[in-house]
């Protein structure tokens, strides 16, 4: 089934600290992904960059949260557009900018769906609060936020109230988790294929789960955010936050058709890919061929 995918790039790096991903959008367009897209999508359109109010860096005496009030009102904004693009029965594509973009897109589909399933394709968790944060970085928050959990400021962004329920979460390629990450984990029940379950099962064992475990669900919407440094380094380096031992390029390519085998995806977004940190616009070609495969790219 062939989708009408409307693209909204968010330059935002304020959710970490380490410049460059706020440039992820263009090289993610200059990787040509509406060219790979055209020829698999009912309809195409590029909605552009949303708008990023203060750019400034501010750490206030308030909160140990990083940049807080411009994550939030970016946040906002995304989570209009989103909203906006569902309204118009079209499937919002995301193209970040770092994680923390992840609240206001969930923020925005949480308007359409009330029981909606995520599949958080990640070498982390970003299931931390202020409390449990060991950098302050809101891009390791955007889970935790989305289930309800953490600062005010970012929880009742789109409504104050949890924006997913924890058994309709699944976490693909975990490798890297906090002690609070780990507890929330535990008492949430949330579903966590780390990378030992990858390896033990394959990635196809392990997708055929991750989507029958949401179908059980009766989910009535399915988001993918799909954080480039799930990948291993060696196959997407351009990433704030790398760690070794990774999903493979082929894995994730695997991961991707099965998705779109499945039919099951009612929104996407693509995170973390930091130009700077790139080799030759490596990681975001990566970002654009996974998304062919995502909307039913076929080599015969
Ligand atoms: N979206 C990401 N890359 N998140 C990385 C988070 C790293 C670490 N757990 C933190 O909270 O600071
Ligand atoms: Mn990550
Ligand atoms: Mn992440």
Avoid: C
Wanted: without cysteine; charged residues 25%.
């Amino acid at each position: 089934m062939k989708k009408d995918i409307s693209i909204i790039g968010v330059p935002m790096d304020l959710g970490q600290t380490r410049r460059g991903v706020d440039m992820g959008p263009s090289a993610i367009r200059y990787a040509g992904v509406v060219e790979r897209l055209e020829n698999l999508t009912q309809t195409i359109e590029d909605l552009g960059d949303i708008e990023i109010g203060s750019r400034e860096r501010t750490t206030t005496g308030e909160s140990n949260l990083k940049n807080l009030k411009a994550v939030a009102e970016a946040s906002e904004n995304l989570a209009s557009k989103v909203d906006e693009v569902l309204s118009n029965g079209r499937f919002p594509l995301v193209f970040g900018g770092d994680h923390s973009i992840a609240i206001g897109t969930i923020a925005g589909l949480a308007k359409h769906y009330s029981n909606m399933g995520v599949i958080w394709y990640d070498a982390h968790g970003d299931l931390n609060t202020g409390e449990t944060s060991p950098s302050g970085n809101i891009h390791g928050m955007p889970l935790a936020v989305s289930l309800g959990i953490g600062d005010s400021t970012l929880t009742k962004i789109g409504g104050d109230h949890a924006k997913i329920r924890p058994e309709n979460i699944v976490i693909i390629g975990a490798r890297s988790l906090d002690e609070g990450e780990k507890v929330l984990i535990k008492e949430k029940g949330i579903k966590v294929f780390t990378m030992h379950e990858i390896d033990r099962m394959g990635m196809a064992a392990v997708m055929e789960e991750a989507i029958a475990y949401l179908r059980e669900r009766d989910t009535d919407g399915v988001h993918l955010s799909l954080d480039l440094d799930g990948l291993d380094p060696h196959d997407a380096p351009g990433v704030g936050t790398p760690v070794l031992g990774g999903i493979s390029y082929r894995e994730s390519h695997l991961a991707m058709e099965m998705l779109e085998e499945a039919n099951i995806l009612t929104s996407a977004e693509f995170v973390e890919v930091n130009p700077i940190l790139d080799e030759r616009n490596k990681t975001a070609t990566v970002a654009v061929a996974l998304m062919g495969s995502l909307f039913g790219e076929k080599l015969l």
